[in-house]
């Protein structure tokens, strides 16, 4: 039964930790972290990601897309989010590395339980730390975005910056990438060998001495005074 409940959390925390790994790059490659509509132009889009800015014209569907300026020149939400973002994903790539041949049913180092939960503990930690490192950029941008959104000092008339897809993407993805890790460091502490009991020695039998008595077995004898 615990065997079981094992290899079903380690299944579905590695399915989770896969999909959350999967999103947190496309998050962080598509320019839909931001999206802008023009009152005067309603026609056209602006979208903004980490690494370029697109524009949408609904008119012949063509969409243009300019990168970003120097690395130094960004703001510092965008510079530090990059570097979260990339480092999510390095994490999410070792972390499968890493509890894939701890999985139960995986043939690799079947003979050594002691390494593969070694493994799946360290796999699971660094699903955990690629979720954070998707969540915390990705919460950056968008509380940015919400007191720019309600800046006083700006004109109504001026456009605001609103919630893209990524966004919700990347917050999906982070809790993903959390939750499969922690599954699979959960099932990795309940596979922890216990030291089997040592067997109960058995008596030698006895041997019925001349007089009818129980007479101590001879390789015991030199411990009976």
Known sequence: MAGSWRAKAQAGGMLLALLGWVSSCVTTFVPLWKSLNLDLNELEVWTMGLWQVCIAREEGGAVECRAHGSFLALPPA??????LMCLSNGLGLLGCLLAAPGLEGWRACEDRPGLKRRLLLAGGAAFGT???????PVSWVAYNTVLDFWDNTVPDIVP???????TFLGWFAGVFLAAGGL?????????R???????????????WGP???HQPHPETADLVI
Request: contains cysteine; charged residues 15%.
């Open 160 to 166: 605001r910056w609103e919630f893209g897809e990524a």
């Open 193 to 207: 060998t216990e030291t089997p009991p040592a067997p109960a020695r058995r008596q030698p039998p006895a041997t």
């Open 130 to 136: 690629a979720g954070m490192a998707t969540l915390v």
């Open 78 to 83: 965008l510079r530090i989010s990059r570097l």
């Open 183 to 191: 599954l699979l460091a959960c099932s990795a502490c309940s596979t």
């Open 211 to 213: 007089a009818g008595g």
